[in-house]
C-alpha cells in the first residue's frame, strides 16, 4: 500500500514557498555533481575494456547510455520516493504535485524523464529553466508538464 502525502493537510496554502530559481539552481548544481561521481564511479572498468578506447552501439557509447541512464533514474526515482533529491535535500526543498495528492509515476515520468530530455537535447530550451524565475508559482517547464510544484521544505 503506498502512502498518500497531503501536503496541504499538514501546511495551509498561505504557509507553501514556492522554491525560486536560485535555490532551484544550486540544488541541481549539486545534483549534478553527484550524478557525475556516482558515473565517474561505475563508468571506471569501461577504461580497461579494449585499452580505453571508446564502446560503440551505432550512434552511441556504452559509456554515453550508461551515464544517461543513471541521470534519469536518479531524478526519476529520488523524486518519486524521497519528493526531493539529495540536492533538493540540502537546500530544503520539495516536489509536490500541483494538486497537494501523491506524486504518481506518470507526473514524474513527464517531469523527471520527458521534460530534462527537451531541456537537454535542445539547446535553447536551456533557458526555459527562467521560467521559474518569472512565475508566479516558480515553475519551470518541466514542472508545467508534470503538474509540479517545487516548494520550501516546511520546518
Not at 556504452?62 to 520516493?81: A, Q
Not at 530534462?116 to 521560467?131: E, G, K, N, T
Request: hydrophobic letters at 50%; aromatic letters at 18%; zero cysteines.
Amino acid at each position: 500500500m503506498t502512502e498518500e502525502v497531503n501536503y496541504q493537510d499538514a501546511h495551509s496554502t498561505s504557509d507553501v514557498r514556492y522554491a525560486g530559481f536560485w535555490m532551484r539552481f544550486w540544488a541541481y548544481l549539486a545534483d549534478l555533481i553527484i550524478v557525475f561521481s556516482v558515473n565517474g564511479i561505475l563508468l571506471v572498468p569501461f577504461h580497461f575494456i579494449d585499452n580505453g578506447f571508446q564502446v560503440d552501439i551505432g550512434f552511441w557509447t556504452v559509456t554515453g547510455i550508461i551515464s544517461s541512464i543513471v541521470f534519469y533514474l536518479y531524478f526519476l526515482l529520488m523524486t518519486k520516493f524521497y519528493h526531493q533529491t539529495l540536492g533538493k535535500m540540502i537546500f530544503g526543498l520539495k516536489v509536490i504535485r500541483e494538486d497537494s495528492q501523491s506524486l504518481k509515476w506518470s507526473d514524474l515520468l513527464f517531469r523527471e524523464v520527458i521534460g530534462r530530455f527537451i531541456h537537454r537535447v535542445f539547446f535553447i530550451a536551456s533557458f526555459l529553466y527562467l521560467f521559474v524565475a518569472f512565475t508566479s508559482q516558480k515553475q519551470g517547464l518541466h514542472d508545467m508538464i508534470g503538474n509540479t510544484r517545487v516548494v520550501m521544505e516546511a520546518k
